[in-house]
T-cell receptor
Framework: SAVISQKPSRDICQRGTSLTIQCQVD?????MFWYRQQPGQSLTLIATANQGSEATYESGFVIDKFPISRPNLTFSTLTVSNMSPEDSSIYLC???????????FGPGTRLTVT | QKEVEQDPGPLSVPEGAIVSLNCTYS??????FMWYRQYSRKGPELLMYTYSSGNKEDGRFTAQVDKSSKYISLFIRDSQPSDSATYLCAILTGGGNKLTFGTGTQLKVEL
C-alpha cells in the first residue's frame, strides 16, 4: 500500500487567485492522479500526472487552469489557477503502486473560493 | 446514461443488519471492480477489489460481480456504527488506469 499526504488540508481563497496543492507519497509509485469531488458528487478525474513530462488531462480540464507538475516518483503538485467560486471543491491526489491495480488516495484538500 | 450508476441513499440500517450496496455499469470493457469507503472529510479508502464474476470475501465484507448483468454488489455482515460512511464503487477498464466512480451510497448504521 501507499500512504499519501496533501498540503494544505483546506484553504479559503479569493476569486482570481491561484492555489497550489502538494501531494507526497511515502514510496515510489508508478502513476499519480488528481481528482475533484464536488459536494454531493462522485470523484472526477482531472488528470494523470506523468513524471518528467506533461500531464494527461481529461475532457473538460485544461492545463492553463490546472497546471500539474511531477518532478519525481513520489511528489506532485496541482495548481488551481484564476479561481472562481465554481472551483470550490475537494481536490484529491491518488497513486497507483507498481504491479497492482490498487489506487490509494490522499485525505484531500478542501478548497473554498469566495 | 452514466457509465456507473449507484443509488446515493442515504441508507439507514440497525446495528447487526446485513447491508447490500449495489452498482450497475454499462461498459463491457470494464474488468476490475473496486469498492472504496469514505468517511466524512477523509479520502476514499480501498476496501477490496475483484476482477472476475463471483464472490470475494474479506472479513465481514463480500464483493460480488455479475458480468452478464453488469451488476456489482458489496455486502456487509454484522454491520457496526463504525461502518457508517459513503461507499463508492469504482471500475477500471482492462489495461487502463482510469477509474470510473459511482456517485457513492451514504450508509448509516444506527445503535
Amino acid at each position: 500500500s501507499a500512504v499519501i499526504s496533501q498540503k494544505p488540508s483546506r484553504d479559503i481563497c479569493q476569486r482570481g487567485t491561484s492555489l497550489t496543492i502538494q501531494c507526497q507519497v511515502d514510496s515510489q509509485v508508478t502513476m499519480m492522479f488528481w481528482y475533484r469531488q464536488q459536494p454531493g458528487q462522485s470523484l472526477t478525474l482531472i488528470a494523470t500526472a506523468n513524471q518528467g513530462s506533461e500531464a494527461t488531462y481529461e475532457s473538460g480540464f485544461v492545463i492553463d487552469k490546472f497546471p500539474i507538475s511531477r518532478p519525481n516518483l513520489t511528489f506532485s503538485t496541482l495548481t488551481v489557477s484564476n479561481m472562481s467560486p465554481e472551483d470550490s471543491s475537494i481536490y484529491l491526489c491518488s497513486a497507483l503502486t507498481s504491479n497492482s491495480y490498487e489506487q490509494y488516495f490522499g485525505p484531500g484538500t478542501r478548497l473554498t473560493v469566495t | 446514461q452514466k457509465e456507473v450508476e449507484q443509488d446515493p441513499g442515504p441508507l439507514s440500517v440497525p446495528e447487526g443488519a446485513i447491508v447490500s450496496l449495489n452498482c450497475t455499469y454499462s461498459n463491457s470493457a470494464f474488468q476490475y471492480f473496486m469498492w472504496y469507503r469514505q468517511y466524512s472529510r477523509k479520502g476514499p479508502e480501498l476496501l477490496m477489489y475483484t476482477y472476475s464474476s463471483g464472490n470475494k470475501e474479506d472479513g465481514r465484507f463480500t464483493a460480488q460481480v455479475d458480468k452478464s448483468s453488469k451488476y456489482i454488489s458489496l455486502f456487509i455482515r454484522d454491520s457496526q456504527p463504525s461502518d457508517s460512511a459513503t461507499y463508492l464503487c469504482a471500475i477500471l477498464t482492462g489495461g487502463g488506469n482510469k477509474l470510473t466512480f459511482g456517485t457513492g451510497t451514504q450508509l448509516k448504521v444506527e445503535l
